[in-house]
C-alpha cells in the first residue's frame, strides 16, 4: 500500500498562473477529501467526493478554486489564477467507507509570489 | 458550528514521563472522534479513533478517551519517547454524521527531550 499520493511537493508560482495540484487516493477507497492548512485557520476541508461524485465543496473559497474527480485513481484540484493568499499546504485525504479512518498525504506546499 | 479547541498549545517534557493531552468540542452530537499525528513537513497521520459508543481506545503507549456529554478527549502517552515529538491535532465530523468534513483543533506541538 503505497499511501495517499500527491504531487507535486512544492509549487512555487506566480500571482495570476494556473496551479494544479494531482492526488491519488488509496486503492479501494471510495471518499477523497481535499484539505488546505494555514498557520491562521489550520486545517479546512475543501471538498469531498464519494464514489468520483462532489457531495460538499461548500469549503471552496471561491470560483478560482475547482476540482475533479474523473475516475476513482485520480483526483485534481485547480487554481486559476492563483493569488498569494492562495499560499499554504493543500492535502489530499482518502478513506474506504463514512466513519473510518482518514489517510492523508504528505501535502503540496503551495507558494504563489 | 462545531469548534474544536486543543490544550495545551504547546508541550515540553522530559523523556519518560507520562503526559495528557486535551481536546474540546462544542456539539456533543458526535458520531467519533480522531487523534491524529502530523510530523514537519508530512501530512496527518491517524491515531485513533473512537467512536460515540466507546470510552475509549488504546493503541501501544497511546489511550484516548471520550466523554461525549462533557464535550471532551483525553489523548494520554504512556512513558514518552524522542520519537513522540509531533503535532497531535483532535478532529471531529460535524454533529449527526459520521462522514470526513472533519472539524480540527489547532494542536497541540508536544516535545520530548532525551
Known amino acids: 500500500d503505497a499511501g495517499v499520493i500527491q504531487s507535486p511537493r512544492h509549487e512555487v508560482t506566480e500571482m495570476g498562473q494556473e496551479v494544479t495540484l494531482r492526488c491519488k487516493p488509496i486503492?479501494?477507497?471510495?471518499?477523497l477529501f481535499w484539505y488546505r492548512q494555514t498557520m491562521m485557520r489550520g486545517l479546512e476541508l475543501l471538498i469531498y467526493?464519494?464514489?468520483?461524485?462532489?457531495?460538499?465543496d461548500s469549503g471552496m473559497p471561491e470560483d478560482r478554486f475547482s476540482a475533479k474527480m474523473p475516475n476513482a485513481s485520480f483526483s485534481t484540484l485547480k487554481i486559476q489564477p492563483s493569488e498569494p493568499r492562495d499560499s499554504a499546504v493543500y492535502f489530499c485525504?482518502?478513506?474506504?467507507?463514512?466513519?473510518?479512518?482518514?489517510?492523508f498525504g504528505n501535502g503540496t506546499r503551495l507558494t504563489v509570489t | 458550528k462545531q469548534e474544536v479547541t486543543q490544550i495545551p498549545a504547546a508541550l515540553s517534557v522530559p523523556e519518560g514521563e507520562n503526559l495528557v493531552l486535551n481536546c474540546s468540542f462544542t456539539?456533543?452530537?458526535?458520531?467519533?472522534l480522531q487523534w491524529f499525528r502530523q510530523d514537519p513537513g508530512k501530512g496527518l497521520t491517524s491515531l485513533l479513533l473512537?467512536?460515540?459508543?466507546?470510552r475509549e481506545q488504546t493503541s501501544g503507549r497511546l489511550n484516548a478517551s471520550l466523554d461525549k456529554s462533557s464535550g471532551r478527549s483525553t489523548l494520554y502517552i504512556a512513558a514518552s519517547q524522542p520519537g513522540d515529538s509531533a503535532t497531535y491535532l483532535c478532529?471531529?465530523?460535524?454533529?449527526?454524521?459520521?462522514?470526513?468534513?472533519?472539524?480540527f483543533g489547532q494542536g497541540t506541538i508536544l516535545t520530548v527531550h532525551p
Open positions: 485525504a482518502s478513506s474506504p467507507e463514512s466513519g473510518s479512518p482518514l489517510h
Open positions: 467526493f464519494n464514489n468520483n461524485v462532489p457531495i460538499d
Open positions: 486503492s479501494g477507497h471510495n471518499s
Open positions: 456539539d456533543s452530537a458526535i458520531y467519533n
Open positions: 478532529a471531529v465530523p460535524p454533529g449527526g454524521t459520521s462522514y470526513g468534513k472533519l472539524t
Open positions: 473512537i467512536q460515540s459508543s466507546q
